[in-house]
């Protein structure tokens, strides 16, 4: 008779079933000998895995041995993907291996570490569960359970401080431009660093304001600047009269000498910069896309060419009132220079013959 009979005919013949069977014997023998044989070239080490891959393929593909038998070649051919690396095809053949029997613990295991070195966090605990089900005392499921659920936990506080940290700049954003404010780009990086402004719960806005003595090319930082305070409260805490400043030994630098004034004009930023900016050092650094200059084009809002144009700070008028002012462009935070009427320096200043450092 033929070894091969076609599809959906019977043997009739007790001879044909004997000739069936031995052949399935045969197949079920050589799978199980292709089983031991992956086995071996499994303990020989990583230059044979290849060999055992092929031996667990072949024994599978002999199609003669049960759904149990099965899951555990696939399973062991799982662990031979793992060792390799091959963390998408252990995980498939882990899935093939739960599909032929649901029980079968080492590829539940495998499952959960093929998905742990994905980064499918949900899939791997998930598998872990369904094992300690199984196996409720399994050491190394409630180690990965306990890993899954910390690194689970980690994803979340990070999101939720991604999400935190783009609201509230998001609602900076709208601050700024409910006031007119308009921002430019940023001066003076090494003095100021990552300070930006604050919102606090009363919709008030409070800035770190930068003043620099132009004479000198010194400053001094006021870390808190809320926009309802007037200049002359920051200005009288600075100059009093008992702390004078280091490097004015003359005394030019007195409260009822100096003055304050802002230089007009500047690189105005799009919103999508302004965004940006505020939320560079946050934990939502990366969440904007930096794009370039030419999708976020920076607008020239120059109101000289030649010598900059500087215009005085009224000392009786709150930080509100002076930012919006039609030609202040804030350069990333407030930028005020002090001058003294007294000093020598206070003419040349006037006289437009002193410019800023280039940036």
């Known amino acids: 008779m033929a070894l091969w009979m076609e599809p959906g005919s019977e043997p ?10 031995a052949i399935a014997a045969l ?33 599978i593909n002999q199609n003669v041995l049960s759904d149990s038998e099965n899951s ?43 998905s742990l070195s994905l980064d499918l966090l949900d899939e791997a605990q998930d598998y872990c569960h369904k094992g300690l089900q199984l196996d409720t005392n ?9 890993k ?18 783009v609201v509230e700049a ?13 921002i430019g780009k940023e ?38 600047f809320c926009e309802t305070d007037m200049f002359s409260i920051h200005l009288d805490m600075i100059f009093a009269e008992d702390q004078p400043l280091p490097w004015d030994p003359e005394r030019n630098y007195k409260r009822e000498f100096v003055e304050l004034y802002y230089e007009a004009g500047s690189g105005l930023l799009s919103k999508e910069k302004v965004l940006q900016g505020l939320l560079e050092g946050t934990a939502a650094s990366h969440a904007q896309e930096s794009g370039d200059e030419e999708k976020h084009p920076v607008e020239d809002f120059k109101h000289n060419t030649g010598s900059p144009k500087w215009i005085k700070v009224n000392e009786r008028k709150t930080l509100h009132d002076v930012l919006r002012g039609p030609n202040f462009i804030i350069p990333w935070i407030p930028v005020f220079y002090v001058v003294s009427k007294q000093s020598s320096f206070y003419g040349k200043f006037k006289a437009g013959k002193w410019a800023p450092p280039s940036i």
């Open 12 to 21: 009739f013949t007790e001879k044909e079933k004997a000739d069936l069977e």
């Open 27 to 59: 197949k079920e023998s050589a799978a199980i000998e292709l089983k031991e044989k992956g086995n071996e070239y499994v303990k020989l080490g990583k230059k044979h895995y290849s060999d055992a891959i092929d031996c667990y393929t072949r024994a």
């Open 138 to 146: 399994n050491e190394e499921l409630k180690k990965f359970d306990q």
């Open 72 to 114: 555990i070649l696939f399973s062991n051919r799982a662990h031979v993907n793992l060792l390799l690396g091959n963390h998408r095809r252990a995980l498939t053949d882990s899935q093939e291996a739960l599909k032929l029997n649901p029980s079968n613990i080492k590829a539940i295991y495998r499952a959960v570490k093929a």
């Open 187 to 224: 001066m003076y990086r090494e003095l100021t660093g990552l300070r930006k402004p604050v919102l606090d719960k009363n919709n008030i806005l409070h800035w770190p304001v930068l003043l620099l003595y132009a004479e000198v090319m010194s400053s001094d930082f006021i870390e808190d």
């Open 148 to 165: 899954i659920g910390l690194k689970i936990a980690e994803i979340k506080k990070r999101e939720a401080e991604v999400s935190k940290a």
């Open 170 to 182: 998001k609602e900076l954003v709208s601050a700024i431009e409910n006031r007119g404010l308009k």
